[in-house]
């Protein structure tokens, strides 16, 4: 009678460990890069908030490169020291964070 409860508790015990295991599911996402058309402009084009905000936020910054989107938005390619990065802009001076 023993054998038989234990047997009969081996058991049960096996089927709820089979009836616990969660399913594997695969999923899987597509990221698509979004890219703004930014082109290139003069620099003499870059609005003067922009260079005034760009003067007060890093007083050593060189820009080399300038872009405006349709947006009115800008694109700034600076040089600080030896460091190389972009800036963006509204054309009102506020930056925007990309």
């Known amino acids: ?8 508790a081996i058991v ?6 089979v009836a616990s295991t969660s399913p594997i599911s695969n999923t899987i ?13 003069q620099l ?8 005034e905000a760009l003067k007060k936020a890093y007083p050593d910054a060189v820009v080399t490169k300038a872009y405006k ?3 009115s938005q800008y694109k700034l390619d600076v040089t ?9 802009a509204n ?7 990309k």
Do not use: C, H, R
């Not at 996402?29 to 402009?41: K, L, S």
């Not at 600080?80 to 963006?88: N, P, T």
């Open 29 to 41: 996402v597509n990221t698509i890069p979004f890219q703004e058309e930014y082109t290139e402009v």
């Open 69 to 71: 989107n349709a947006s």
């Open 44 to 51: 003499s084009e870059i609005p003067a908030p922009i260079t």
């Open 80 to 88: 600080v020291g030896d460091k190389v990065g972009s800036l963006f």
């Open 12 to 17: 049960l015990g096996g089927f709820t460990a």
């Open 1 to 8: 009678m023993k054998n038989l409860f234990l047997s009969a």
């Open 91 to 97: 054309a009102d001076g506020s930056w925007i964070k």
